[in-house]
């Protein structure tokens, strides 16, 4: 749980918020849920409609097998229940955009039921504390097209590329309680969902989405009525909406008002939410099995199949980065939270545990700390200078290996690694041509030791009369007559030599 419990301060007291998420996730494929017409997002308007999406007469939809096998190993994913008789039905409304008349969802049986989602929360604790979120249903329905009102002076314009497009419909219990407990829970069902494949979870481009219930109550209470905030794409607009609309309605219960159920938007620009339409019930929507599809029916070699696809999903990768490689949990945490993360993690691990003939357990440590900290930190200094095609676990490893022989010391890893970023030229060359390299030979650096100890004779004194401190005015001394170049592993051993 969290270190400290999220409420609104009110006039009357407080209140808690009690929020449900309502994520739809579009199927990582390159065609439609029930066509065969393309997905690739940025299309021209129109250019990506087939006969079916355009709701011809007489044309039947076909369900795509790679939707439902990726809904299937999305559930798996969150340890959810596989239904092996789902169902497709209609869900009629009429809009511009959805040419039908109707969109195909699944209401009474979906193909993915109850499941859970781990989050951990940022706070005080630096392990982060946990909380796990239910997962009610996962079900496939088609998107509807989209509106264009900023194209004509008079009119809206209408784009049937995405009508069609498969999308899972990811519904949370309502578990959450704050809105970065909501963040949190998009952040991590993103990063299941780009584990699995089967959605890229980009925000931006729509790909995924949510649709944030919200409503208050004394903590204790009965759930209160809930607002639903339509197609909120991103996750710092998701806590916004959760911020904004919470403390709305608890001006409004308290000015005496009613909570209203009804659909909302939230204005980016703003911060805030502003009425779309009454929420409708679902009878509204008159759901009958559609009769042009027959249910899905899943045998056990194909669900055996789908859970035999499956890889290391996080959880799973951060217990054992903590457990077989001893990273920290901090650090195993950030480094399985995305794909692309851990992917270059594991090849610059690979490279590094290679090149210095060590197993992977051996560096990961170093290699973690590197990742984590001392790259990210160089390239944010660069900025647009960085080259992203420089940065190859090649390069990256050559200087670690480096480093780990006492040939360059941290400072000039840095140093290196920014000409590399720059320039693309390999780490050793620059190593020797840069004069980027540590002074290992003790001749030199006990020549330099012996001027130092020479020109500081009052101090010697004082260090071998007991003050132990000035140990390091020493090792600091000496760096600098060496320029930074000295060993710093050679130069404290013998120091402590000449010291006695």
Known sequence: ???????????????????????????????????????????????????????????????????IRQAVRTGMAVGAQINKYSRFDRKNYFYADLPQGYQ???LYHPIVGPGAIEITLDDKDPEGSTKTIGVERIHVEQDAGKLMH???????????????????????????????????????????????????GNMEQGSMRADVNVSVRRPGEPFGTRTET????????????????????????????????ETRLFDPSTGTTRSMRSKEDAHDYRYFPDPDLLPVELEDSFLDDCRASLPELPDAKR??????????????????????TFARFETLLAETASRLGKSVADVATQVANWSLSVAPGVMNALGSEAVAANNTATANAAILEMQSAGTISGGQAKEIYEIVLKTGREPTEIAETEGL???????????????????????????RGGKDKLFGFFVGQTMKAMQGKGNPQVVNELLKKKLG
């Open 150 to 200: 900023d194209q004509h002076p008079t009119m809206s314009y209408v784009d049937l590329n995405r009508c069609g497009v498969a999308l899972m419909e990811i519904v949370s219990d309502p578990d959450m309680r704050s809105p970065a407990e909501a963040g949190a829970y998009v952040r991590k069902l993103r990063a299941i969902l780009r584990y699995v494949g089967s959605c890229d």
């Open 437 to 463: 390299k540590q002074e290992s030979d003790t001749g030199a650096i006990e020549s330099t030791i012996g001027e130092v100890l020479a020109a500081n004779p009052d101090k010697v004194e004082q260090y």
């Open 1 to 67: 749980m969290t270190s400290s419990t999220y409420r609104i301060q009110g006039a009357t007291g407080d209140w808690e918020v009690v929020i449900g998420l309502e994520v739809h996730a579009q199927i990582a494929t390159h065609s439609k849920l029930f066509s065969g017409a393309a997905t690739e997002f940025g299309a021209e308007p129109n250019s990506q409609v087939s006969l079916v999406d355009a709701a011809m007469p007489g044309m039947l939809p076909v369900p795509n097998a790679e939707c």
């Open 104 to 106: 195909i969802s699944q």
């Open 230 to 261: 339509k197609n909120v794409n991103s996750v710092r607009f998701v806590m916004a909406t959760i911020e904004h609309e919470a403390n709305r309605q608890v001006d409004v219960i308290e000015g005496g008002g009613t909570i209203v159920q």
């Open 319 to 340: 217990h054992r980065y903590e457990s077989e490689l001893g990273l920290s949990a901090y650090n195993a945490g950030v480094l399985t939270a995305d794909v692309e």
